[in-house]
């Protein structure tokens, strides 16, 4: 079709007062339609001259730029102001479907639906992390954020709500206020239910005028209970896919309790879902310490050649919260601290750490290598595990309620809120070298760290001179995932001064001396990877199913014997039996020495 004559006129504010930056391009690709390049200020309001019938009525102003498509006969659209910063030309009634929408301006446009948007992940980490890598301009040019939940809010109480917890961290610069605004505005709401395939068609529907006929790509957040993953799934993905782009879900764990339910899990997904479209987040893997994990151990030559048996006495993977369930215990009742944090977040920390080099960094690549770890590792013995819960506690005055004072948990609930267990690769690079994993809530600090212990010097000179007993403090590599991220190594030193005496000092990379740049949270990382398709850090199906294949029979085991918890008291270092398990294996907790 030839290119027809065509006059566009705009006004700011008033009919009077012409915008002068509103010009119009045309496409030689499609003469169909044309764009207005993003304009500052935005107008207010605008009107479009058409000298030809077969000229467009409709305009969408989304993101800063307008467009139009061809919409049969009309003279003059006028622009009208929708609610939340989006203005439209009013179609024309023949044209009201949303697929006369066109805008083709070679670009995509991808819209992100936060499913369980009024729920506390979203608040807390998914729209704060959404805001974050919108400042730093890591989202795409053309996005919107969708929350969907059943609660009704209109978007401007999603936006108020949104706006309580995004915070302004990444280099507190200057215009953070505006950015947060212009964020905020590319917030929107729509309520329905989680299995609705009609309410799921209504957000699809908005979702295209909101597209405005780009190709979109759509990535849909389930943050909600798993008992409703499968249903908002399938309404998902069967009313609400893209058309024309990719469609990705992420799913929180847990996936499934044990190797059953989680395959059952597994399988409803993929009635709905391929496997590359399912993206399952262990939001440890983001955290920027156990990313530098492979970095630390393949680019640098002093730590690979050491990275076995040979050298390793064993390996500690600990995990210490110092507050409790509260305000969660009725999720974690059903769950216990094994599988809320050591099938997942330490198991997939001991996968990356044990490793073998992959063949390259692509997704594919480092998982099979975890994948092998894990199916390399022995069944969890039930007398390799020792559980605890924690038991109120009066303090200074204080007192700290214990997990059954919690009113959604069974006041005679045996759920282990601590546990510890010895864990075994039977491979050749790992063979007999234990690795330790602690994890638990109400203890007296709160830590996530993987601790490498050395084996002992042989022959060692300084043993036979200065009695000191060197065997035990040998060298010890600790990476510390949070708080304060570092990575420092332990080495015997002398105590400088004549005499000849030694110590043990820390070489030590503290990451806020070292780094001005803030960490980002690893919800922005994995945000962006899911939205990048990049899978890397994203728990495979095969994984998910060697995982459970490790802890259900020990679950079981310690279920069915309804095996009592050892009790703790609320802010204490936690059982005594994780000492003993750790004895038997000739080793002593890192974190618990006294140089810690
Ligand atoms: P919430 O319990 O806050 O639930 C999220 C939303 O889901 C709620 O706002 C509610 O929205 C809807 N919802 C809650 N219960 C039900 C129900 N029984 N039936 C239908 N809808 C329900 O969960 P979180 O935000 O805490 O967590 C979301 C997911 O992320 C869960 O799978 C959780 O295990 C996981 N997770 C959470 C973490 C956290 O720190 N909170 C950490 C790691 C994982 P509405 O009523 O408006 O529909
Ligand atoms: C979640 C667990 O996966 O991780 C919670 O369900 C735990 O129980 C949380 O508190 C810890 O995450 P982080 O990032 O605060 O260490």
């Not at 992940?121 to 929350?147: M, Q, R, S």
């Not at 209109?154 to 302004?168: F, G, I, Q, Y």
């Not at 398709?533 to 294949?549: K, M, N, P």
Request: glycine share 6%.
């Amino acid at each position: 079709m030839a290119a027809t004559p065509i006059s566009v006129s705009s006004h700011c504010c008033s009919s009077s007062s012409p915008y002068p930056n509103l010009s119009s391009i045309w496409s030689r690709q499609n003469p169909n339609y044309f764009i207005f390049p993003a304009t500052s200020p935005k107008p207010k309001s605008a009107s479009l001259q058409f000298n030809s019938n077969a000229f467009p009525t409709v305009v969408s102003m989304q993101d800063g730029s307008l467009a139009a498509t061809v919409a049969g006969l009309q003279n003059e659209a006028p622009l009208k102001k929708l609610k939340d910063g989006l203005t439209s030309v009013t179609p024309p009634k023949e044209n009201t479907q949303i697929s006369n929408f066109v805008v083709n301006d070679g670009k995509s446009t991808t819209s992100i639906t936060v499913v369980g948007a009024s729920g506390d992940l979203a608040k807390k980490k998914i729209f704060p992390a959404l805001f974050a890598l919108y400042y730093e301009d890591c989202l795409p040019e053309h996005f919107t954020i969708f929350g969907y939940a059943r609660s009704k809010m209109t978007d401007a109480e999603l936006r108020n709500m949104v706006s309580k917890t995004l915070t302004c961290r990444i280099d507190k610069r200057e215009n953070c206020d505006e950015k947060m605004e212009q964020f905020l505005q590319r917030c929107f709401y729509h309520s329905g239910q989680y299995d609705s395939q009609e309410n799921f068609a209504e957000l699809d529907k908005i979702l295209k005028e909101h597209e405005a006929g780009r190709i979109s790509n759509r990535l849909f957040y389930l943050s909600i209970p798993p008992n409703i993953f499968v249903d908002a799934v399938k309404c998902a993905s069967l009313s609400a896919s893209a058309s024309a782009g990719w469609t990705r879900v992420i799913v929180e764990k847990p996936f499934g309790r044990d190797s059953e339910s989680s395959a059952a899990l597994t399988k409803s997904l993929k009635q709905y879902l391929n496997e590359d479209q399912i993206f399952r987040i262990d939001h440890y893997l983001g955290k920027e310490l156990v990313e530098n994990l492979s970095v630390l151990r393949f680019s640098n030559l002093i730590f690979e050649p050491l990275w076995s048996r040979q050298y390793i006495r064993n390996v500690q993977l600990i995990f210490s919260e110092d507050f409790g369930t509260e305000g969660r215990g009725g999720y974690f009742d059903h769950y216990g601290i094994m599988r809320d944090i050591m099938q997942n977040h330490l198991l997939q920390i001991l996968a990356l750490f044990a490793m073998e080099t992959p063949v390259s960094l692509d997704a594919e690549d480092i998982r099979n290598e975890k994948v092998k770890v894990l199916r390399s590792m022995r069944p969890i013995r039930v007398d390799d595990v020792i559980i605890g819960q924690y038991k109120s506690h009066t303090k200074g005055g204080d007192s700290y309620p214990g997990y059954t004072d919690d009113k959604t948990v069974l006041k005679d609930s045996l759920t282990p809120t601590f546990a510890a267990a010895a864990l075994f690769i039977d491979n050749a690079r790992w063979d007999g070298v234990p690795f330790l994993m602690k994890a638990g809530k109400a203890l007296h600090d709160k830590r996530a760290e993987i601790r490498v212990q050395f084996r002992h010097v042989p022959g060692n000179l300084y043993n036979r001179n200065f009695g000191t007993d060197l065997d035990l403090a040998t060298n010890e590599l600790v990476i510390r995932v949070q708080p304060d991220e570092a990575i420092y190594l332990k080495i015997n030193n002398k105590v400088p001064g004549l005499g000849m005496r030694l110590d043990r000092s820390n070489l030590n990379l503290l990451y806020k001396a070292r780094y001005s740049k803030e960490i980002p949270d690893a919800y922005e990382r994995l945000l962006l990877d899911a939205v990048e398709g990049e899978r890397r850090l994203f728990i495979r199906s095969d994984e998910l199913d060697a995982a459970w294949a490790l802890f259900t029979p020990v679950l079981k085991d310690l279920e069915e014997k309804k095996k009592i918890p050892e009790y703790y008291p609320y802010g204490s270092r936690g059982p005594v039996g994780a000492h003993y398990l750790a004895a038997r294996y000739n080793v002593k907790w890192g974190d618990l020495g006294v140089d810690e």
